[in-house]
């Protein structure tokens, strides 16, 4: 009986890795489904997050700059390359690349590191 529970507890959570493919996109001002209107603003329809909802992605024009604020970036302003930057550490990042918020993510505030952000 224990082999049974503990096969369907690992059987649930890999299925909850797993992204659903037809989900509903969801709406909203500043990520879109509609593809003209993404295009409009320049942006590219991409499956994003682990519903893999289809949202309109934007690139920034500053995207790789070096700063140390969200307010010096058309996006976030980041940690590059590392989730383990504790909170409030004195750092430098870059500016993102585009409007894709999904994945883990240390942006920063004033020059110091935010608590890092998982989105899924």
């Known amino acids: 009986m224990r082999l049974i ?6 059987a649930l959570l890999v299925s909850a890795c797993t992204p659903m493919a037809d989900s509903p996109a ?16 320049g942006g590219e329809l991409r499956r994003v997050g682990r519903m893999q909802s289809q949202q309109c992605i934007l690139k920034y024009a500053d ?3 070096p700063c140390t604020d969200n307010g010096q970036c ?10 383990s930057t504790p909170a409030g550490a ?5 500016c993102t690349v ?5 994945g883990c993510h240390t942006t920063i505030t004033g020059g110091k590191a935010d608590p890092t952000l998982c989105i899924d």
Do not use: M, T
Request: hydrophobic fraction near 40%; proline fraction near 4%.
């Open 5 to 10: 529970l503990i096969a369907a507890a690992a």
């Open 90 to 94: 004195s750092v430098a990042g870059r």
């Open 74 to 83: 058309q996006g976030d302003c980041r940690v590059e390359g590392s989730i």
């Open 98 to 102: 585009d409007s894709d918020r999904f």
């Open 63 to 65: 995207a790789n700059k």
């Open 26 to 41: 969801p709406s909203g001002p500043v990520q879109s489904a509609d593809a003209a209107s993404c295009a409009a603003r």
